[in-house]
């Protein structure tokens, strides 16, 4: 089976979610053929991303949100930039159909880019689609739900069923859930990188890990770490210029973001803070590590996975960088079920992708998923 994979390139998780799928799909003798990567001004795309894929990655500019004094998004500045670039996204579509015409793979996988998911809607392409994404579970039953962010929940709403569209869909989940036939959706555990199950958590680490999606709220970091001078703290973001590796004061390090020495840190750590995206969750729970969960702010999808990720027992969550929680002895670690439920994600994955090209039970048209029982067996 060759695939052709298109990868929203505005947040880590979608790239690494990708690496590690294209190693799932090479371990059952599929190939990937192509790379799309979304890509926007305000991030620019890491290298270890096209590194990881023995093809050239084609990168497109694709909407991106845009972001309030480098911490919260801003959906007028966001909406701004979309009609702005109008014409440039057309020229993108383009470039999306030309690759499909060229590779003819017999499968595409999305994960979360947004001008694929309105190519699939306007131009209806024969080949199936699978998109990945834990915000497809938003439309499972046992999602929880927030109050709040009227507007950017009917938004977040409006761009995940754009990403799906016309295409079966894998959602990522913390835990085990049904899967929703008549949504075409297929639960699956989180699809994390291989260097993760090669690490050795220590088990009582003396540094605290800090990763940020959004290098604004460094400051705040440093404002603890002046009440709290005695804990030695290493905080990775993704700040546009930031040295390699900056020690700003005694036991306080600030490094440019670096996937596996990041790993590695955190394998090392006593605990993890992160602004709650899916796969930095998932990573820290999976070597066991006590979490807090800051979401960003004006961002529902964040405190929705904060919310989710507490209900199931894998983190706490706050409002405030108060890393202090980490340091009581009694705080609460993962359950170890969830290892093994992230061991499973290859089998789950594999054959939700064979199963929508047609290749495991005979085509069975566009995006349809078959038998969910198939998946799990």
């Given at each position: 089976?060759?695939?052709?994979?298109?990868?929203?390139?505005?947040?880590?998780?979608?790239?690494?979610?990708?690496?590690?799928?294209?190693?799932?799909?090479?371990?059952?003798?599929?190939?990937?053929?192509?790379?799309l990567?979304?890509?926007?001004?305000?991030?620019?795309?890491?290298?270890?991303?096209?590194?990881?894929?023995?093809?050239p990655?084609?990168?497109?500019?694709?909407?991106?949100?845009?972001?309030?004094?480098?911490?919260?998004?801003?959906?007028?500045?966001?909406?701004?930039?979309?009609?702005?670039?109008?014409?440039?996204?057309?020229?993108?579509?383009?470039?999306?159909?030309?690759?499909?015409?060229?590779?003819?793979?017999?499968?595409?996988?999305?994960?979360?880019?947004?001008?694929?998911?309105?190519?699939?809607?306007?131009?209806?392409?024969?080949?199936?689609?699978?998109?990945?994404?834990?915000?497809?579970?938003?439309?499972?039953?046992?999602?929880?739900?927030?109050?709040?962010?009227?507007?950017?929940?009917?938004?977040?709403?409006?761009?995940?069923?754009?990403?799906?569209?016309?295409?079966?869909?894998?959602?990522?989940?913390?835990?085990?859930?049904?899967?929703?036939?008549?949504?075409?959706?297929?639960?699956?555990?989180?699809?994390?990188?291989?260097?993760?199950?090669?690490?050795?958590?220590?088990?009582?680490?003396?540094?605290?890990?800090?990763?940020?999606?959004n290098?604004?709220?460094?400051?705040?970091?440093?404002?603890?770490?002046?009440?709290?001078?005695?804990?030695?703290?290493?905080?990775?973001?993704?700040?546009?210029?930031?040295?390699?590796?900056?020690?700003r004061?005694?036991?306080?390090?600030?490094?440019?973001?670096?996937?596996?020495?990041?790993?590695?840190?955190m394998?090392?750590?006593?605990?993890?803070?992160?602004?709650?995206?899916?796969?930095?969750?998932?990573?820290?729970?999976?070597?066991?590590?006590?979490?807090?969960?800051?979401?960003?702010?004006?961002?529902?999808?964040q405190?929705?996975?904060?919310?989710?990720?507490?209900?199931?027992?894998?983190?706490?969550?706050?409002?405030?960088?108060r890393?202090?929680?980490?340091?009581?002895?009694?705080?609460q670690?993962?359950?170890?079920?969830?290892?093994?439920?992230?061991?499973?994600?290859?089998?789950?994955?594999?054959?939700?992708?064979?199963?929508?090209?047609?290749?495991?039970?005979?085509?069975?048209?566009?995006?349809?998923?078959?038998?969910?029982?198939?998946?799990?067996?």
């Amino acid at each position: 089976m060759n695939v052709l994979f298109a990868v929203q390139g505005d947040g880590r998780g979608h790239m690494t979610q990708a690496i590690a799928y294209r190693e799932m799909l090479a371990n059952h003798g599929h190939k990937v053929v192509a790379v799309l990567a979304g890509t926007n001004p305000s991030r620019k795309l890491p290298s270890f991303f096209p590194e990881a894929f023995d093809v050239p990655v084609r990168t497109f500019e694709s909407p991106g949100f845009s972001m309030k004094q480098g911490r919260a998004i801003s959906t007028i500045r966001s909406a701004i930039h979309l009609f702005r670039r109008l014409p440039v996204y057309s020229r993108s579509l383009d470039m999306v159909h030309n690759a499909l015409r060229e590779t003819r793979p017999d499968l595409v996988i999305n994960f979360l880019e947004p001008l694929v998911g309105y190519y699939y809607l306007r131009r209806r392409s024969p080949v199936p689609m699978l998109s990945v994404a834990h915000h497809f579970m938003f439309e499972h039953p046992r999602y929880p739900r927030i109050k709040g962010f009227p507007l950017q929940r009917i938004g977040m709403r409006r761009y995940v069923n754009l990403t799906g569209a016309n295409a079966a869909r894998l959602a990522l989940s913390f835990y085990p859930a049904e899967d929703l036939p008549a949504k075409r959706i297929f639960v699956c555990p989180p699809i994390l990188r291989r260097q993760l199950f090669q690490l050795t958590p220590e088990a009582k680490g003396r540094h605290l890990l800090v990763y940020l999606l959004n290098h604004g709220y460094e400051v705040e970091v440093e404002q603890w770490h002046r009440e709290h001078p005695e804990v030695p703290v290493h905080c990775f973001y993704d700040k546009p210029g930031a040295p390699p590796e900056e020690e700003r004061r005694p036991n306080l390090t600030f490094h440019a973001l670096h996937g596996e020495k990041y790993l590695r840190f955190m394998a090392g750590s006593g605990g993890v803070v992160c602004t709650a995206g899916f796969e930095s969750i998932s990573e820290a729970a999976y070597l066991g590590k006590p979490l807090l969960m800051i979401p960003v702010e004006n961002h529902p999808e964040q405190h929705v996975n904060s919310a989710d990720a507490e209900l199931c027992g894998l983190g706490m969550r706050d409002a405030r960088f108060r890393l202090e929680r980490l340091l009581d002895p009694a705080v609460q670690r993962p359950a170890f079920d969830f290892r093994a439920w992230v061991d499973s994600a290859e089998a789950v994955a594999v054959r939700a992708a064979e199963i929508t090209a047609g290749v495991a039970t005979g085509r069975t048209g566009q995006g349809q998923p078959g038998s969910m029982a198939q998946v799990r067996g």
